[in-house]
């Protein structure tokens, strides 16, 4: 002997399995796999339901620094594959005409080092440093 279904059943069973597949469709296409490499080295790899790049970094209790710099930017959406690149910001002394000056940055070109330090390179001006493209942490 079969199971009788009758019409009021074969409807709610319908709606529970819709709801279901509906439920489980859901859960899905909101998830978002994330990259996030910090410096260069990938700290995190993983899925996320927030909708920004800042709510992820917050939900992975990263900080950041005045100077950090993060791409794309914090209030840009998360979409699916994003990849979060955080560039810590880091000290660099550069001393010109006998005095010196700090200046906290992310890695930037020599030239570029000395301008926001506040002084002008002349064409005379001779540059000593690492020998590097960009500037690297405590570097002077």
């Known amino acids: 002997m079969g199971i009788v279904w009758s ?7 319908a709606a529970i399995l819709f709801i279901v597949v509906l439920g489980v469709s859901l859960f899905f296409a909101l998830q978002k796999p994330v990259t996030i490499a910090v410096d260069g080295k990938i700290i995190k790899s993983g899925v996320f339901f ?59 070109s020599i030239k570029e080092a000395i301008r926001l330090a506040g002084f002008e390179l002349g064409e005379k001006d001779i540059v000593k440093t690492v020998p590097v493209p960009k500037t690297v942490p405590n570097q002077e």
């Open 50 to 108: 927030t909708s920004t790049v800042d709510a992820v970094l917050e939900k992975e209790a990263i900080e950041l620094g005045n100077h950090d710099r993060v791409q794309p930017s914090l209030n840009s959406k998360v979409k699916k594959s994003t990849r979060i690149v955080v560039t810590r910001a880091f000290p660099v002394k550069v001393i010109a005409d006998g005095s010196s000056k700090e200046i906290i940055t992310t890695p930037i």
């Open 7 to 13: 019409r009021k059943r074969t409807i709610l069973a």
